[in-house]
């Protein structure tokens, strides 16, 4: 069964041509292309659109964000509470602090041991 194409000339006269096999298989590879064209087209912008979207949310948070928080910490009024030393790290520096004492006396210590063992 062969299909009729019609098309238009330059003139505006209407011409009805009937397709070969060999036209017809070209023009069903050529829709075919044409669909995969799409496919992969769509495809590249549903992973692009969310990326973009990304990309402009947080490059907007970072700008301004960072402004926020630097204005928010550069209030002369919260300085001295920001500087000062929560409990809990004190108590956690000094407990260091100890720990460093006794290890390096446990050191000095076991360098004696070696130094009598080895005369």
Same mark, same amino acid.
Request: glycine content about 2%.
């Given at each position: ?9 330059? &003139?505006?006269?209407?011409?009805? #041509? ?28 549903? +992973? ?6 990304? #990309? ?9 964000? &960072?402004?926020? /928080?630097? &204005? ?27 720990? /460093? ?8 210590? /076991? &360098?004696?041991?070696? +130094?009598?063992?080895?005369?």
């Amino acid at each position: 069964m062969a299909t009729l194409n019609k098309y238009r000339t330059a &003139s505006g006269r209407e011409v009805e #041509h009937k397709l070969t096999e060999r036209e017809r298989e070209e023009v069903q590879m050529i829709e075919q292309l044409i669909i995969q064209y799409f496919t992969i087209i769509r495809k590249q912008l549903q +992973d692009t659109v969310p990326k973009t979207i990304m #990309h402009f949310m947080v490059s907007y948070l970072a700008r301004n964000l &960072s402004s926020n /928080l630097i &204005s928010e910490l550069y209030v002369e009024d919260r300085f001295d509470n920001l500087l000062q030393e929560s409990d809990s790290v004190s108590k956690k520096r000094e407990r260091a602090c100890r720990m /460093l004492t006794a290890l390096n006396e446990a050191q000095k210590i /076991l &360098s004696g041991l070696r +130094d009598i063992t080895s005369n």
